[in-house]
């Protein structure tokens, strides 16, 4: 087949986009593969149409290439691609609205209270952080909306430290949230097609909190995989994991990240174009199920088809 491996682009995750690329490119070339690696760019439409794929790999990671928008384009182009469709990417992306539809489906997720630049520019709002706080409780996590790999993210402690967290928050995204922290195990459930794959826990070795450089810095974080989990924690993770998925429509394959804490997991975000470099959690949990790389490349593939 001939296969277009979308990646690079322009978000904060390039680099990492581009390790999932080569990765992938590399992959279905000793596949057999015919492969066009193209980074996002004015002329990916006319490149698209010129050699047109028989299906494209979506390998990019954040804005872009994560909420739809590449995926969009290629439904209008009339070329399969990997991953969720359009508005699973969507809501996926938008941690807010992400949370929300968890919630309406009685998934577990911590609290949250939202602020926009604008209702703090334009409208008073930081006079409310008080109340955000009595809300949420401290300590608590505040995050871009819309960002993923942890950037942006601090922990806040202390009142103080609230607008200073917000304010980072606020760089990387229009909005942010700040969210209940858990403390609890980080665990990560990759789904492929309709079955979930042995939970990854990831451990820091540097940092408190598994952030940007601990997920894709060799060093940064080990991994169990299987996580040594009780038997009925461990289906309890899956079953809320495969619900999270389901409410947002996910499919083809995702990653469902979640805190287990004392009470059960808490769900924190679902990733729709999950990384698939040397450290990223997918290819983990595929070859602890007794799938190598090269096959979970060639089955990303196949449902990619199998959805158009």
């Known amino acids: 087949m001939r296969v277009a491996v979308l990646q690079g ?25 015919q492969v066009d690696e193209l980074d996002l760019s004015a002329d990916l439409v006319s490149r698209l149409e010129a050699n047109r794929p028989d299906v494209a790999f979506i390998a990019l990671h954040g804005t872009e290439g ?3 928008t590449i995926q969009s384009l290629l439904e209008l182009l009339g070329i399969p691609y990997t991953g969720p469709r359009v508005a699973a990417c969507q809501r996926c992306m938008d941690k807010v609205l992400a949370k929300y539809v968890l919630r309406e489906n ?20 930081a006079s409310t952080f008080g109340r955000a706080i009595e809300r949420v409780g401290l300590p608590l996590v ?3 909306a819309s960002q993923g790999s942890s950037l942006g993210i601090k922990v806040v402690t202390e009142a103080e430290r609230l607008p200073d967290a917000l304010i980072t928050a606020l760089s990387y995204d229009s909005r942010a949230l700040l969210e209940r922290w858990v403390p609890g195990r980080e665990l990560s459930v990759s789904v492929l097609g309709d079955r979930s794959l042995p939970i990854v826990e990831a451990i820091p070795t540097a ?25 009925e924690r461990a289906e309890e993770v899956h079953r809320v994991a495969l619900a999270a998925y389901s409410a947002l429509h996910c499919s083809g394959f995702a990653r469902v990240d979640v805190i287990l804490a004392d009470e059960g997991p808490q769900i924190l ?4 174009v999950p990384g698939l470099t040397d450290t990223s959690l997918l290819p983990q949990a595929a070859e602890a199920e007794g799938i190598p790389f090269d096959e979970l490349v060639e089955r990303l593939l196949e449902l990619a088809l199998e959805a158009s």
């Open 9 to 33: 682009g322009r978000s904060l995750e390039r680099g990492v986009s581009l390790r999932s690329g080569a990765r992938v490119s590399e992959t279905l070339a000793g596949l057999g593969h």
């Open 66 to 68: 994560e909420d739809g």
């Open 106 to 125: 009685g998934l577990p997720t911590p609290d949250w209270v939202t602020y926009s630049e604008a209702a703090i520019r334009d409208f008073g709002a």
């Open 142 to 144: 505040a995050k871009p």
């Open 207 to 231: 940092s408190h909190s598994f952030d940007f450089e601990a997920r894709y810095e060799i060093g940064g974080a080990d991994f169990i995989c299987p996580a040594e989990l009780p038997a």
């Open 269 to 272: 975000e679902v990733n729709a």
